[in-house]
């Protein structure tokens, strides 16, 4: 048999319910391989050893005859989600030291379901990022080429992915944070509809926008994860009362039933040759098996990296309004000087740059006198976005497109450079400012040994028929069969 760590989610399942090892065998093994990998890789921001040890030893004495659908099964959170007991600081100084006194929900409906929680991932300060380079603890390895990131603001979610830490992990996916880290690690996430998994107890970025999600090495991974998660919360306004479906008897539609629109903006996308040839292969490979392509126009998809950093930092210095020392956050402040310096230095010291840049440009886009030209025409142009995203999706089964036009890039590349940055995310942009689901899984590795990856943008709460559809694409053009040598 293989290293325990080795398993998928559903291969390790099956061990356990076959009994061929133990839940302590399990998380020990996924432990080891955290203790031995984590100094190359840096994907955990807090290792739950002590905790997820102890519930392994709990499982292992229980007599279950019909275990329920994730027991005695490891994973890893982004440090965006409250776990009671264990510290949470969203990547953020002015959250350290912060422990939450309950719990997310997708963290209880993991638990309830039998997960193990190994490991807290680390991330972009408050999410806000593409290449979990602007955490303030610390910079995530990706695991195929260690001087380069793992992409984010998930990154170390997908790190820990592949660097075999764990099976599956959970994220969030606000702009892209899911599915571009997926790719860029080699993996499989998915962003469900906005609404289809409650976002109680989860650090907040931009509400509009923030959606939970799985990251794994398999659709079916995915769609497990997805199914213990998924569903309405009275604890959360927006989680979506409509039905769950059933992701777990997933059947790959036949090739030449499907119809995959190609958004010619983002194919016609200033590519890598290496990404482009990737992708060119990969696109090949599904129409030899008769799957069809149809060119599709989405005309306003060219305005979603401008409306989405509109949006996303206007919501984001009201979220982050709360982190004033008083209310929430650390509290510094070296003199006596009333209440105005006690904001200011908390926030002054606790916050990093780049979630300051976002405060200043939300605060500025909602102030009066610019509400108008910025703010709004930011909320109008979503609006064209959602249609045309509707009107593409009347045309086709689903919209295919690349998540990524560069592979994982060296640390420090464009931390000078935000705006080059936010452009880079104008690939996954588009399915938040629609809020539709999508499923980003992988399409081959470059020539220079990095991961490509594209994704399936389907209809609002069709989560099934993605999954369905991600399921043949995962047959058509299986992931690399190379690991990351660690
Ligand atoms: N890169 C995008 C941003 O910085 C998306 C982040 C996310 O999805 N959390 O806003």
Redesign the pocket.
């Known amino acids: 048999m293989s290293e325990l760590w080795e398993l998928s989610l559903a291969e390790a399942a099956q061990g356990l319910r076959e009994r061929k090892f133990k839940v302590t065998d399990l998380t020990s093994e996924c432990l080891g391989r955290i203790e031995a990998t984590e100094p190359k890789v840096e994907a955990c921001l807090s290792v739950l050893a002590d905790q997820a040890m102890e519930a392994a030893q709990l499982k292992d004495k229980e007599k279950v005859t019909d275990p329920p659908l994730l027991w005695g099964l490891p994973l890893t959170v982004k440090d965006v989600f409250c776990l009671k007991g264990s510290p949470t600081t969203a990547g953020s100084k002015i959250l350290s030291g912060y422990v939450p006194a309950f719990e997310a929900t997708v963290v209880k409906r993991l638990k309830e379901a039998g997960a193990i929680i190994l490991a807290k991932t680390n991330c972009?300060e408050f999410?806000?990022?593409?290449s979990t380079e602007f955490s303030a603890f610390k910079a995530t390895r990706n695991p195929w080429d260690l001087g380069r990131v793992p992409g984010?603001?998930s990154g170390g979610a997908a790190a820990s992915i592949a660097a075999r830490q764990t099976p599956g992990a959970f994220g969030?996916?606000?702009?892209?944070?899911i599915r571009q880290p997926a790719a860029l690690c080699g993996c499989v996430g998915l962003k469900p509809t906005y609404g289809r998994v409650s976002r109680y107890g989860i650090v907040a970025?931009a509400s509009s926008f923030d959606q939970a999600g799985p990251l794994a090495r398999t659709v079916t991974d995915c769609a497990m994860l997805l199914l213990a998660t998924a569903g309405h919360d009275g604890l959360d306004s927006t989680a979506s009362s409509k039905p769950v479906g059933d992701y777990l008897n997933l059947k790959a539609p036949k090739p030449a039933d499907l119809v995959l629109g190609l958004p010619i903006e983002l194919w016609q996308a200033d590519f890598d040759p290496k990404v482009a040839k990737v992708l060119t292969e990969a696109k090949r490979s599904l129409a030899d098996s008769g799957v069809k392509f149809k060119d599709i126009s989405l005309p306003n998809l060219k305005y979603s990296v401008a409306a989405y950093y509109i949006l996303?930092a206007a919501e984001a210095s009201t979220n982050l309004a709360r982190y004033d020392g008083v209310r929430y956050g650390q509290r510094k402040y070296s003199h006596q000087d009333g209440l105005m310096e006690l904001y200011l230095e908390s926030r002054t010291r606790g916050l990093g740059t780049e979630a300051k840049r976002r405060i200043m440009l939300g605060t500025f886009v909602l102030s009066s006198g610019y509400y108008d030209a910025y703010f709004r025409k930011a909320a109008q142009v979503r609006r064209l976005i959602q249609e045309d995203y509707l009107a593409a999706l009347s045309e086709c089964n689903f919209l295919l497109a690349p998540v990524s036009s560069i592979p994982a890039w060296p640390f420090g590349a464009f931390t000078s450079d935000p705006l080059t940055i936010y452009q880079l995310?104008m690939m996954t942009l588009p399915l938040n400012l629609a809020g539709g689901p999508g499923l980003s899984l992988p399409a081959g590795l470059g020539e220079d040994g990095l991961p490509v990856g594209w994704q399936l943008m389907g209809r609002h709460f069709d989560e099934r028929a993605l999954l369905n559809a991600g399921l043949l694409l995962e047959q058509l053009v299986p992931p690399p069969k190379k690991l990351p040598s660690l």
């Open positions: 972009d999410a806000m990022g593409s984010g603001s969030t996916d606000t702009g892209g944070s970025y996303a995310d």
